[in-house]
């Protein structure tokens, strides 16, 4: 399987570099070649143009900005939002299913 590449936007980038982290690692634990990594939702045109990823969640506290991400990122990729219980909890297992279903059902 080739490499995935996940982005996770937040308001400013850092309540989800924890949560990365702890994704990152469990992608290494099952096996998977995968780049993980946040970003503020402020530069996500500049980031997706710079280094386009293969499927992006969004923090819960940007919800709202959800149609116009798929906007940004022209419908081009795999788009939702991370629960707010699961984000809460930083559950990166859930989080890592998340976007790897999101990117099994968009292929089909």
């Known amino acids: 399987m080739k490499m995935v590449k996940i ?11 924890l949560l990365v982290t702890r994704m ?17 939702e402020t530069a996500l045109t500049t980031e997706y143009a710079a280094d386009p990823c ?19 990122v022209k419908n081009a990729i795999p788009v939702d939002v991370i629960d707010m219980r699961t984000y809460g909890m930083m559950d990166d297992e859930k989080v890592l299913d998340q976007a790897l279903k999101m990117l099994e059902d968009w292929k089909k």
């Open 7 to 17: 982005m996770l936007a937040c308001s400013a980038g850092m309540s989800t570099s």
């Open 54 to 72: 293969d499927v992006l969640l969004i923090g819960p506290q940007v919800r709202f900005r959800l149609n116009s991400i798929n906007e940004q």
């Open 24 to 40: 990152q690692k469990a992608a290494e634990e099952r096996g998977l070649d995968a780049k993980i990594w946040a970003i503020s």
